[in-house]
C-alpha cells in the first residue's frame, strides 16, 4: 500500500518542509573569515539559564528599548559559557546594539566591545536556524586548523527588514 501512496506523501509532507527549510536560509552557505570587528556599545540584561530561553529574556530588553524610546539596533549576545559543558545552559549578555550618542535604557546595562582581530562566521539566515549553522561552520574550520571554539563569543543578527525577508547573523570569537 505504501508504494502506491509515496508520491502524495512527498508532495504533501516532505517538498513543504524542503521549501520551508530552503526560505530560512538552510541551504545558505556560511563564510568563515580571520577579520577585524568592532567596536560595539551596546545595552543588555543578564542572563543565565538554558539556551532555549533566551529569547525572553531577550524580548524583556526589546521592551525597555520600546519604554525608553529609544532606536534598538541589531540583535547582540555575548555567549559567555559554553552551554556544550553545562547540559545547555549559558551565561550570556542578550542585548541590542546602540548608537553612539543614544541614551541607555533604564533597567540595562551598557556593554562595550572594543574592535579586535576575530575569527568571523557569516550566513544570510532566519534567527532559529543561523546559530546552529555558523557554529558549525566556524568549528568545523577550526578544526582543519587543529583549534576548537573558545568563549566568549559574539552573535550578531541583522532582520531582513520585512516578514518575508530572512536576516543576516554573524558570529564572532576572538583569535
Same mark, same amino acid.
Do not use: C
Given at each position: 500500500?505504501? =508504494?502506491?501512496?509515496?508520491?502524495?506523501?512527498?508532495?504533501?509532507?516532505?517538498?513543504?518542509?524542503?521549501?520551508?527549510?530552503?526560505?530560512?536560509?538552510?541551504? /545558505?552557505?556560511?563564510?568563515?573569515?580571520?577579520?577585524?570587528?568592532? &567596536?560595539?556599545?551596546? @545595552?543588555?540584561?543578564?542572563?543565565?539559564?538554558?539556551?532555549?530561553?533566551? $529569547?525572553?529574556?531577550? $524580548?524583556?530588553?526589546?521592551?525597555?528599548?520600546?519604554? @525608553? !524610546?529609544?532606536?534598538?539596533?541589531?540583535?547582540? /549576545?555575548?555567549?559567555?559559557?559554553?552551554?556544550?559543558?553545562?547540559?545547555?545552559?549559558?551565561?550570556?549578555?542578550?542585548?541590542?546594539?546602540?548608537?553612539? =550618542?543614544?541614551?541607555? +535604557?533604564?533597567?540595562? !546595562?551598557?556593554?562595550?566591545?572594543?574592535? =579586535? &582581530?576575530?575569527?568571523?562566521?557569516? *550566513?544570510?539566515?532566519? *534567527?532559529?536556524?543561523? +546559530?546552529? !549553522?555558523?557554529?558549525?561552520?566556524?568549528?568545523?574550520?577550526?578544526? @582543519?586548523?587543529? !583549534?576548537?571554539?573558545?568563549?566568549?563569543?559574539?552573535?550578531?543578527?541583522? +532582520?531582513?527588514?520585512? @516578514? /518575508? =525577508?530572512?536576516?543576516?547573523?554573524?558570529?564572532?570569537? /576572538?583569535?
Amino acid at each position: 500500500m505504501f =508504494r502506491k501512496q509515496w508520491p502524495a506523501f512527498l508532495l504533501a509532507f516532505v517538498l513543504p518542509l524542503l521549501a520551508v527549510f530552503w526560505w530560512w536560509g538552510g541551504f /545558505n552557505a556560511v563564510s568563515v573569515s580571520e577579520t577585524e570587528a568592532g &567596536p560595539y556599545r551596546y @545595552a543588555y540584561l543578564d542572563y543565565e539559564g538554558p539556551i532555549s530561553n533566551m $529569547r525572553k529574556t531577550q $524580548r524583556r530588553v526589546l521592551d525597555e528599548f520600546a519604554a @525608553a !524610546k529609544v532606536e534598538a539596533g541589531d540583535t547582540i /549576545n555575548v555567549i559567555l559559557s559554553d552551554p556544550r559543558a553545562a547540559n545547555g545552559k549559558v551565561r550570556a549578555q542578550l542585548g541590542y546594539t546602540l548608537a553612539d =550618542r543614544a541614551p541607555l +535604557p533604564q533597567g540595562l !546595562k551598557e556593554g562595550r566591545i572594543e574592535r =579586535r &582581530p576575530v575569527y568571523s562566521a557569516h *550566513v544570510q539566515a532566519a *534567527v532559529l536556524l543561523a +546559530p546552529s !549553522k555558523a557554529y558549525q561552520a566556524l568549528a568545523d574550520t577550526l578544526e @582543519a586548523d587543529g !583549534k576548537t571554539l573558545v568563549m566568549p563569543t559574539v552573535e550578531l543578527y541583522r +532582520p531582513g527588514g520585512q @516578514a /518575508n =525577508r530572512i536576516g543576516s547573523f554573524t558570529l564572532e570569537m /576572538n583569535r
